[in-house]
């Protein structure tokens, strides 16, 4: 089994700064892929910012420059500094692993509770 527990979510005002967190455990032994989906209202979910083992980073485009995705692999912990908040951010925030396990060598997607952001005046 592997938990995902992410914490961190808020009211913020625009402009404002949030700071997500996440952190994996369980029988993860390997992990590929860290990231950040979100899902608002209405719409489909969407991918926000990954990270992958190597280092490599994407990051939709209407959060470049704003949003910093980050790992500390020590703890199987990934980040998501989230600065100058827009209402257009408001969404449920989902961490996402891509991994393996002690069980499994074959790597699937594990996911987190979910976390709100609601970016409001």
């Known amino acids: 089994q592997v938990q995902l527990v992410e914490s961190g979510g808020g009211l913020v005002q625009p402009g404002g700064s949030l700071r997500l967190s996440c952190v994996a455990s369980?029988?993860?032994?390997?992990?590929?892929?860290m990231a950040w989906y979100r899902q608002a209202a209405g719409n489909e979910r969407e991918l926000v910012a990954r990270?992958?083992?190597?280092?490599?980073?994407n990051y939709v485009e209407s959060v470049q420059g704003r949003f910093t995705i980050a790992r500390d692999n020590a703890n199987n912990t990934v980040y998501l500094q989230m600065n100058s908040l827009k209402p257009e951010d408001t969404a449920v925030y989902y961490c996402?692993?891509?991994?393996?396990?002690?069980?499994?060598?074959?790597?699937?997607?594990?996911w987190g509770q979910g976390t709100q952001v609601t970016v409001s005046s």
């Open positions: 996402n692993i891509r991994g393996t396990t002690r069980w499994s060598t074959t790597a699937r997607d594990y």
């Open positions: 990270r992958f083992s190597g280092g490599t980073t």
């Open positions: 369980g029988s993860i032994s390997r992990i590929y892929v």
